[in-house]
């Protein structure tokens, strides 16, 4: 073998190295399609909160309490929380004094759903179905929201229509945007505020606030017109 050989067979495995790493865990898998996704989070389940390490201060003043605020007027809101992983949009509202409604979890993985219902100190609804395909009629929720996940779906577009269908005309969508340089190697999956506010607008919502939020993401605050 010839010195040209070897490098050129260096070269090719550290091309595929870096393809490998780029997919699997920058883009956790999102162009394998959402079994590839889905598995990843099957296996890493039951290490999920302990990688994540949520800080409950700041999930109850960037979540639990401003999203509780906007339901204190309704009698019985319902919360649709897609691709809710082991339930932290759950974990920071429901102790919220002033929320008293229903919280349903969706997730396409089993493991996600059922580690979130084994650490859950009450009880929450959860199913599990793609977020493409939300099993619900239009027009049932009163708040959606979908954290952390729009950029592993297939089709994350599909997944905002789905969102905003089954939200109440007026309703709340709560939605994360990735940012940074990660969200650029997530290629045709991620968008920046300038581009994404007016889509979202012309999919029938007002108000689309994007706020600051973690170091990965803003969250996007936003209304189902009437
Ligand atoms: C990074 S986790 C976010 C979980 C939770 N929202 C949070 O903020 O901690 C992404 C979640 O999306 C789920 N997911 C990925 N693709 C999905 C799909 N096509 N349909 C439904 N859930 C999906 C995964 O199983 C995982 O639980």
Redesign the pocket.
């Known amino acids: 073998m010839t010195l040209l050989n070897i490098t050129i067979g260096l070269l090719l495995l550290l091309l595929i190295g870096g393809v490998l790493y780029w997919e699997l865990v920058i883009a956790e898998g999102a162009h394998l399609g959402?079994k590839a996704?889905?598995k990843m989070?099957d296996w890493t389940a039951k290490r999920y909160d302990s990688i994540?390490q949520?800080e409950p201060e700041f999930e109850t003043d960037t979540l639990g309490y401003p999203l509780a605020m906007t339901m204190v007027n309704l009698g019985f809101p319902r919360v649709l929380?897609?691709?809710?992983?082991?339930g932290?949009?759950a974990r920071t509202l429901l102790p919220e004094p002033s929320f008293r409604g229903q919280i349903v979890a969706?997730?396409?993985?089993y493991s996600?759903l059922a580690e979130g219902v084994a650490t859950h100190p009450e009880p929450i609804d959860s199913i599990q179905?793609?977020?493409?395909r939300l099993p619900f009629d239009d027009n049932t929720f009163d708040v959606v929201a979908?954290?952390?996940?729009l950029e592993?779906?297939?089709d994350p577009m599909q997944v905002v229509d789905e969102c905003i269908r089954v939200l109440e005309p007026g309703g709340l969508l709560l939605l994360s945007n990735r940012r940074g340089w990660e969200a650029r190697a997530i290629v045709g999956k991620t968008w920046t505020p300038d581009v994404l506010g007016p889509m979202l607008e012309a999919k029938g919502l007002f108000s689309v606030d994007f706020q600051r939020w973690q170091i990965d993401y803003d969250l996007i605050w936003a209304n189902k017109r009437r």
Do not use: I
């Open positions: 959402d996704v889905v989070y994540k949520y929380d897609v691709a809710a992983g082991t932290r949009l969706l997730d396409l993985s996600m179905s793609p977020a493409d979908c954290l952390e996940a592993f779906m297939p």
